[in-house]
Every structure is written in structure tokens, then in C-alpha cells.
């Protein structure tokens, strides 16, 4: 399971490890505890094995506010629900997203962000 992290909205999208694929969920449009609440329910259901968040940085690879926050968001998940939790970044996933045509851009945009993960997984076991 993976989540595009923002103030107002989280993208979220779930996957397979063995097809290398993913598929967008409904983006979550709350904070706070509301926000924890949602995601334990999508955890609930989907029963994920680990979760994967996207963490931004500048063009230039250099961290920045955003970057710090999407680390707490991962932190918080593993405290919350005692799952691995794996960073990707996640330059440019929102602008492609878009570029797609995406109606949901968060939810595109963790999917990208799932699917990008999963073929590094791929990648190190060949």
C-alpha cells in the first residue's frame, strides 16, 4: 500500500508485489487523527505487507520543508500500525499524474509512486 502524503490530502493506492502492479484508490481528504482513522480502515481491509510513502525533494535532490513532513507521516504509520515502512522519491510523480490526465492526481501519483517501489523490487531480485 502506498500514500502520496500532503497537508490536505493523501493519495493512496494499493498493490501486488508479484505482478508489479498498482491500482489507485480514493484519496484521502482529511488530517489529523480523521486522516489515521481512513488509513486504518484502508489497512483493515487491504491487509498490506508493508506501506510505501513517496517523499519529495527539490529538482536537485536537496530535502525541504515537504521532505520532512512526508518522514514524520512514514513514522507515524510504522508507530501506528507496527508495518514496514518504505520511502521513494517522489520527484516529479504529481507532474506525471497530470500529465496522464488523472482525476484523482494523489491517488495517480501513489500509484506511480507503488508502481516505481515495486520495480525496484523487481530489479533486485533478478
Known amino acids: 500500500m502506498a500514500f502520496d502524503y500532503g497537508e490536505k490530502r493523501t493519495g493512496v493506492a494499493v498493490g501486488n508485489r508479484f505482478l508489479g502492479t498498482a491500482t489507485p484508490q480514493a484519496s484521502i481528504h482529511a488530517t489529523g487523527d480523521a486522516r489515521f482513522v481512513q488509513i486504518a480502515k484502508a489497512i483493515q481491509e487491504w491487509q498490506p505487507d508493508a506501506i510505501v510513502i513517496g517523499v519529495p525533494y527539490h529538482p536537485d535532490g536537496a530535502a525541504h520543508e ?3 513532513r512526508a518522514q514524520k507521516f512514514g513514522r507515524q504509520l510504522h508507530g501506528r500500525f507496527k508495518l514496514p515502512v518504505f ?40
Open 66 to 68: 515537504n521532505t520532512t
Open 87 to 126: 520511502e521513494v522519491d517522489e520527484r516529479y510523480s504529481t507532474t506525471e499524474a497530470l500529465a496522464s490526465g488523472a482525476r484523482d492526481a494523489d491517488a495517480a501519483s501513489a500509484c506511480i509512486i507503488l508502481e516505481q517501489f515495486l520495480r525496484q523490487l523487481l530489479q533486485a531480485h533478478t
